[in-house]
């Protein structure tokens, strides 16, 4: 059993940042592999960035040099520092886990990111 809790989401103005934590419970050592996702009302739900367990990162090309994945070794914990926020940036954003090549197995609940003004 694995439980992804996500946090930091809210408003903020375009231009600023925010850093988003996913807390993973239970038997997370089997998952190889974490990601971000998001989804923004009426569209279908994209990968941001991912990670694996031996630090390797790919994200969408809406993002790169702006976003940055991590997951600090030792720790059941995910981190999306978010720079340079754009309105096009909203959406609510899930945390997911599971193996490596495969779809994610383990979802968080998401957590609202809003750009604006």
């Known amino acids: 059993q694995v439980q992804l809790v996500e946090s930091g989401g809210g408003l903020v103005q375009p231009g600023g940042s925010l850093r988003l934590s996913c807390a993973a419970s239970?038997?997370?050592?089997?998952?190889?592999?974490m990601g971000w996702y998001r989804q923004a009302p009426g569209k279908q739900r994209e990968l941001v960035a991912g990670i694996t367990r031996f630090g390797s990162t790919d994200y969408a090309d809406s993002v790169k040099g702006r976003f940055t994945i991590s997951r600090p070794y030792g720790k059941n914990t995910m981190y999306l520092q978010m720079n340079s926020l754009k309105s096009e940036d909203t959406a609510v954003y899930y945390c997911a886990a599971g193996g490596t090549g495969r779809p994610p197995e383990y979802w968080g609940q998401g957590t609202q990111v809003t750009v604006s003004s």
């Open positions: 239970g038997s997370i050592f089997s998952s190889t592999y």
